[in-house]
């Protein structure tokens, strides 16, 4: 499993526009682009004691094409690492736009940005 850390070097090495959390507007129309956000927290804790959080991330990847090459890279940096998501594709109609979206799990202290 990857690190926060680990993951948002992979999605930069993409060279795409990414954002977390909410994209921003001088990017909403650009493609391919990446967003993603957090969706669940599970604790792991050993002996009572909390150590880490596995937090969920929904990543969404829109483009004008459904195979477009920075998600195929995308897909195959997350090979390199085992990590082998189910990608799934939508066509966004009104914005004639693909969107592929899958979830990864990651490590993250989400305490130390207390």
Known sequence: MLSKLDFEK???????????????????????????????????????????????????FFSSKPRDNALLNLRKELSKKDIKPVIYHEYLKPKRTWHSFFTIEVLENIHELL
């Not at 921003?24 to 004691?49: L, Q």
């Open 10 to 60: 992979l999605i930069q090495s993409i060279r795409i526009p990414y954002a977390e959390g909410i994209q921003h507007m001088e990017d909403n129309d650009k493609n391919p682009r990446i967003v993603y956000f957090e969706t669940t927290w599970e604790t792991i804790s050993a002996s009572g004691c909390e150590y880490d959080t596995k937090v969920t991330y929904q990543v969404s």
